[in-house]
C-alpha cells in the first residue's frame, strides 16, 4: 500500500509483512521492490542510518531498495543477508527538481533497466542523465554510468559487501 511509514521497527516490520502477503496472495509474483526517500542531502555516500535500513529490507524480502532524496547520486551494491540478497540503489540521483543549476552533483541522475529471470535479478543496466531547465536528458557518453560503477567498486572495498 502505498503511504508514508517513518524508518522505525513497526514500519518494518508492516513492510516486510506486507512482501510477504503479497507473495502468498500472488504467487508466482516476480520482485518485490521498495522505493524509499532517505539520506542525507547532498552526501556522496549513504549514512549508517540509510544502510542500515536498506540492508533489512532486503533481509526482509525485498529484492531491489530504490533510495532516493539526496539528490545526488550514491552507489549501488549487492546485498548478501543472513536470509536474502538483493540490489540497492542508495540514490537514483535527481530527477526532475529544480533548482539544482548551482549543484552540478546535483543535475544527474540515472534509469535503471532490470533483466530478471525466474524472480531474480540477472542483469543491471544503467542509463546517466542529466537535468537541465527541468527537463533529463540523456547523455549518451558513459560519464554518468561510467560514474556510478566507480563508486560502487569503492563502497564494495571499504564495506566488504558482495558485489556482483
Known amino acids: 500500500q502505498p503511504g508514508l511509514l517513518w524508518a522505525d521497527d513497526w514500519a518494518l ?5 506486507s512482501m510477504r502477503a503479497s507473495s502468498v496472495d500472488h504467487p508466482g509474483h516476480e520482485l518485490d521492490i521498495v522505493s524509499v526517500h532517505a539520506g542525507t ?8 542510518t540509510q ?21 545526488v547520486l550514491q552507489p549501488m ?5 543472513p536470509r536474502h540478497s538483493g540490489l540497492i540503489v542508495y540514490s537514483l540521483g535527481n530527477f526532475v527538481f ?23 535479478v540477472r542483469a543491471i543496466r544503467v542509463y546517466g542523465g542529466r537535468l537541465t531547465d527541468g527537463t533529463v ?11 556510478v560503477y566507480a563508486i560502487s567498486r569503492t563502497w564494495r572495498d571499504r564495506h566488504g559487501t558482495a558485489g556482483r
Do not use: C, F, N
Not at 13 to 17: D, L, N, Q
Not at 41 to 48: F, G
Not at 51 to 71: N, Q, S, W
Open 51 to 71: 544502510t542500515k535500513l536498506y540492508h533489512r529490507l532486503i533481509d526482509g524480502g525485498a529484492d531491489v531498495v530504490l533510495g532516493h532524496h539526496p539528490h
Open 13 to 17: 516490520g508492516a513492510i516486510v509483512e
Open 98 to 120: 529544480g533548482g539544482m543549476d548551482g549543484i552540478p552533483a546535483a543535475r544527474q541522475t540515472v534509469l535503471l533497466s532490470l533483466g530478471v529471470l525466474d524472480g531474480k
Open 77 to 81: 551494491e549487492w546485498y548478501q543477508g
Open 137 to 147: 536528458d540523456s547523455l549518451g557518453d558513459g560519464s554518468i554510468e561510467r560514474y
Open 41 to 48: 542531502e547532498y552526501a556522496a555516500d549513504p549514512d549508517a
